[in-house]
Every structure is written in structure tokens, then in C-alpha cells.
């Protein structure tokens, strides 16, 4: 099977950096995502890393080491509407799902 | 550009009443999927389908059923509702496996409430 921890809550200020870290363990390793989830509304997909290194679209950054099964989301220049809950996940061993972590709720202040 | 449509919106059931959720996509997907997420346990799967005709369970299908009929559409089907499924529902929808990266595609929830 497979389980992916990360922090349950981040706090930081406008215009600053923040990491938000997933640790996963699984069977077999398809790819690391990130999705974001405002208010309970639709999760929209962020990034996606299958190998390792950092990924960068605009503000977001993911970066992911298959040796150490970790990745972590790089949030800059915060904004407050980045406050939201940010999930990693990765693919099933059957390719065809994803196994999502509890959720890292980020929240921005002035 | 609806994307992933969910219907209903809100729900209130009671015990014992069966109900049935609707998933459409107009993107021609041929992956979806049932999600329910409760408060601290992220999103966990209940079932998916990898074509029409289709279906496979997840990590949580117990007291649930699903239909893939039609290529667009998705049910999710709950024939005797229980308190413990009270919960948020999202479907999803991906592109086959040729993609290296296929993203998810969101509805925005269905929220039921079993009293």
C-alpha cells in the first residue's frame, strides 16, 4: 500500500517562502503530485515530479529525491490568497490512482 | 467549459434512504473516479473506473456502488445510507495512460448529510 505524511498545519506571512514537506512510502513509484484545495472547493492540480530534482512554475516549486522517498512544495512571495490546503500524492501501484496525504493547511497573514 | 459537474450540490438523507450521486465530464476522460474526504483524512478513494463499462474499487467501497454506463458519466450509488457516510464527495476525472502526467480534474462536491 501506500501512506504520505505531511505537516497538518503552516503558518507565515505575506511575501514570504514557505516549504511544505511529504514523506511517502509505497510499493511502486509513479510520480510525486501536488494539489491545492480552497474552502472545501474542487482540489486543482499544481505540479507533478516523476524524477528527481525541482520543478518550478511561476511562484510554485516542487522538488522530489526518490532515494530519500521525500518531496516538498516551495510556496514564494506568499499572497494571501495562497491560504489553502495543499496536498502531495502519489501514483498507485496500479498506475491508475493516487493515494492522497491528510492535507497540509497553509495559512497566510498580513 | 464546465469540466467535471457534480449534481446535487447539498444533500440531507436519513438512515436507511439510498441515494445516488451524478458525475459528468465533458472531456472526454477516460479515467474517474469517488472520493469522499472528511475532516483530517484528505481525500481517500471509494471507487474508480478506467473505462466505460468499467469499475474497480478503492480503499474505502464499503456501502457504496458505482456505474460507468456511459464514457462521461459516473454514478455513485448509496443503496442504504448510514451516519458514518456522512462526508464530501468529489469525482474526478483523468486522461488515459499514455500520459507520463495525468493530472486529476476536480468536481466541486456533492455535501451529504446522513441523520
Known amino acids: 500500500g501506500q501512506s504520505l505524511e505531511q505537516p497538518s498545519e503552516v503558518t507565515a506571512v505575506e511575501g514570504a517562502i514557505v516549504q511544505i514537506n511529504c514523506t511517502y512510502q509505497?510499493?511502486?513509484?509513479?510520480?510525486l503530485s501536488w494539489y491545492q484545495q480552497h474552502d472545501g472547493g474542487a482540489p486543482t492540480f499544481l505540479s507533478y515530479n516523476a524524477l528527481d530534482g525541482l520543478e518550478e512554475t511561476g511562484r510554485f516549486s516542487s522538488f522530489l529525491s526518490r532515494s530519500d522517498s521525500y518531496g516538498y512544495l516551495l510556496l514564494q512571495e506568499l499572497q494571501m490568497k495562497d491560504s489553502a490546503s495543499y496536498f502531495c500524492a502519489v501514483r498507485g501501484s496500479g498506475y491508475s490512482t493516487l493515494t492522497f496525504g491528510k492535507g497540509t493547511m497553509l495559512l497566510v497573514s498580513p | 467549459n464546465a469540466g467535471v459537474t457534480q449534481t446535487p450540490k447539498f444533500r440531507v438523507l436519513k438512515t436507511g434512504q439510498s441515494m445516488t450521486l451524478l458525475c459528468a465530464q465533458d472531456m472526454n476522460h477516460e479515467y474517474m473516479y469517488w472520493y469522499r474526504q472528511d475532516p483530517g483524512m484528505g481525500l481517500r478513494l471509494i471507487h474508480y473506473s478506467v473505462g466505460e463499462g468499467t469499475t474497480a474499487k478503492g480503499e474505502v467501497p464499503d456501502g457504496y456502488n458505482v456505474s460507468r454506463l456511459k464514457k462521461q458519466n459516473f454514478l455513485l450509488g448509496l443503496e442504504s445510507a448510514a451516519p458514518s457516510q456522512t462526508s464530501v464527495y468529489f469525482c474526478?476525472?483523468?486522461?488515459?495512460?499514455?500520459?507520463?502526467?495525468?493530472?486529476?480534474?476536480f468536481g466541486d462536491g456533492t455535501r451529504l448529510s446522513i441523520l
Open positions: 509505497t510499493s511502486g513509484f509513479y510520480g
Open positions: 474526478a476525472s483523468s486522461p488515459g495512460t499514455v500520459y507520463s502526467n495525468q493530472p486529476q480534474h
